[in-house]
């Protein structure tokens, strides 16, 4: 899982999208030298232009080479944060946990649209303006007045028309459409064209954005609402790193640092609720100048139990918990502990406790021992178990 080899084409690509994308602050991968590109902080799949598909997948265990439980953690990650649905029970799951992450959301999708389908599709009325030669509807006065005398036996009219013709419906026929021309698997293949046949009425959306934003949320539109994640990451709505140029690639790639920080807000959510309530930061800088507030100090969680405020932050980091010694101290890095030394004076008023949450693994199954920045300041390094969705907690905490 560390080395891949690629043909040349894909690598020349890769170094242009490398340099193309620095400029933008989204630091894809790292050339190192003429033969070698380290892969940054991202995972999910990217497609070259001459057909190479890289899958990059979470490393959060020590072994190498376990790939089925890298795509089993990515997959439970993205359904989690994106609010999709699980079915790792059924037959038709269990076939798919070998695919790459890229077939396995076209087959999701496919799976919930081809039951929305059978549900049925909502329709709408639709407001039409047309010329004709009979009545038909409500005379459009304005512009009829405005016909000249040679056009005088056509009418203006407005009608409605009864149709499936919705921003939801376009959408889903466009990432359907999407699905038939990426799709390597035969029966993905087989089920998007037959899906295709039964939508063959509904019209492509135009305007993806436009059509987002109109999307429904009322009770009538709640069986469309488990489709709606897996459309958008197949029309790259959501996907945070979308390449972009003459090569429209079919991407998947997430930052994991982020995705891990959104993984860990959800499950704190469930793990400690209703004592605690787990939420965003609130706006506290680290200075002041002119009257104005200066740096911002945003930390990824802040716990609340009445009066009692904790402060946590993530890190997508391996530790090791036996390196104690003062030269490795545990992989942990002398800007983060920085960082959270202002965090408890800002927030805490310098009195409280707060946590590094890390991702757990064989080298660090439980709490390091408190760091202590005076008597009444503590900070913890805590894992989370990834497995399970769960943070480790001491007894002490």
Sequence with gaps: MDAAWLPQASFDWLCAEFERLRGGGAALVQRDGARWLRLDQYVGVMECPDGTTLEVLPKHVTADGDHASARRLLRRMLCTVLDIPPREGSLAEVALFDLPLNEWVMARFLAALDELVKRGLRFDYTRVREEQVFLRGRLDTTRQLRQPPTRAHLFHLEHDVFSEDRPENRLLRSALDCVCARTRNPGSWRLAHELSTRMAGVPRSTHVATDLRAWGTDRLMAHYRSVRPLCELILSGQSPLALRGDWRSPSMMFPMERLFERYVGVCLARQFAPAWQVGGAASEHLCSHQGKGWFNLIPDFLLRRGEELRVLD????????????SREKYGLKQADFYQMFAYG?????????????????AGFDQALPVFAFDARLRLWVLPFDLEQGKLVVPEGW
């Design 314 to 325: 993530t890190k997508w980091k391996v530790l090791d918990g036996l390196a104690s010694d």
């Design 345 to 361: 004076q800002r927030y805490l008023e310098g009195a409280g406790e707060m946590a590094l949450v890390y991702p757990l693994h």
